[in-house]
């Protein structure tokens, strides 16, 4: 059979459409610890089969050191130095999908990074669903206080007019997961492709090249 006989898709899948435009691009996503960054990208990687990474693994990979043991033995401005060369590291090595650390967008030279060489994603979560995610979890240096709640706020009023400057925002909240992914990609569709959905046909009277 003859290519000429086989018909070309006419409406390429989402996921496919996403791919197609992101290119060498990867994708970033931000905000604070327990607003799932790590379970959604490894999801949002899954759907668009690109290898997925997280900041905070790669980092104590590279210093064969725990995060809370990284922040007791050499304090935070040395672990975030680390997190700076890990997270261009990563970058450079694109397309992937790479879930940062909270506190990783803060610094100017990692958000240009992302900017030049990624699309970012905040994951938004309010402190009532940060303070029951985290609770499960010992290895959260920065929530190594008297008041944890008090300063989960505080890290929210600094760094949430920086999330902002994420190039989409998607609501983390207690629905399923899939859903969650679902409006990611959506949202990376719409920014990438255009506000059309996927496989949704021009309208009436217009065609794709109109």
Do not use: Q
């Not at 997190?83 to 090595?93: F, P």
């Not at 990074?113 to 979560?125: N, P």
Request: with cysteine.
């Amino acid at each position: 059979m003859s290519d000429a006989a086989v018909p070309a898709p006419t409406h390429p899948t989402l996921e496919a459409d996403i791919a197609a435009v992101l290119g060498t691009r990867s994708i970033v996503l931000v905000g604070m610890m327990g607003a799932g960054k790590s379970t959604i990208g490894r999801r949002v990687a899954a759907r668009l089969k690109l290898p997925f990474a997280d900041a905070d693994t790669e980092i104590e990979a590279a210093a064969r050191m725990t995060i809370p043991e990284i922040f007791e033995t050499h304090g935070e401005p040395y672990f975030r130095d680390g997190e700076a060369r890990v997270i261009a590291r990563i970058l450079d090595n694109g397309p992937i999908v790479l879930a940062t650390g909270g506190g990783a967008f803060m610094r100017e030279e990692t958000r240009n990074r992302i900017r030049d060489r990624a699309i970012s994603i905040w994951l938004k979560a309010d402190s009532d669903i940060i303070m029951r995610r985290v609770r499960r979890r010992a290895d959260r240096p920065l929530l190594h206080t008297p008041d944890p709640e008090a300063t989960v706020n505080r890290l929210l009023s600094e760094r949430e007019p920086v999330y902002r400057n994420a190039d989409l925002t998607i609501a983390s909240r207690d629905v399923p997961h899939d859903r969650i992914v679902d409006e990611c990609l959506e949202a990376l569709h719409a920014h990438l492709c255009g506000a059309r959905p996927a496989n949704e046909p021009p309208p009436d009277g217009l065609n794709a090249t109109s």
